[in-house]
């Protein structure tokens, strides 16, 4: 059974820097395509980033690219998103997912993951 587990969520003020983690267990990571999702209240669950499980390929939203970057190292257990120069748009409970088998057309897709965290509160407020 793969878990997902995100932490480093937070508190932060507009143009600060903050690195979420994803603790990913019951699989390699080197198996697994990982993307990370937001949600701010009363929108849907959107893409943010996404990296494929060998060769690095990633993918971004447009509202992002440029700022955060999407790490994952194949040597260890957990996958990063590094979130800099952060803004109030920003805000939202963000997301972990996993899955394997991922083709590059469907990194942006919800349904293409199979396994998902619990989700880590990250505020930008002045």
Do not use: H
């Not at 990982?34 to 209240?41: G, I």
């Not at 040597?75 to 997301?95: C, F, G, R, V």
């Amino acid at each position: 059974q793969v878990q997902v587990v995100e932490s480093g969520g937070g508190l932060v003020q507009p143009g600060t820097s903050l690195r979420l983690s994803c603790s990913i267990s019951g699989r390699a990571l080197r198996s697994l395509t990982v993307a990370w999702f937001r949600q701010a209240p009363g929108t849907e669950r959107e893409f943010v980033a996404a990296i494929r499980a060998t060769g690095g390929t990633t993918a971004y939203s447009d509202s992002v690219k440029g700022r955060f970057v999407i790490i994952k190292d194949n040597s260890q257990t957990t996958a990063y998103l590094q979130m800099n120069n952060l803004k109030p748009e920003d805000t939202a409970i963000y997301y972990c997912a996993a899955g394997s088998g991922i083709i590059l057309s469907s990194l942006r897709l919800r349904g293409a993951y199979s396994f998902w965290g619990q989700g880590t509160q990250v505020t930008v407020n002045s």
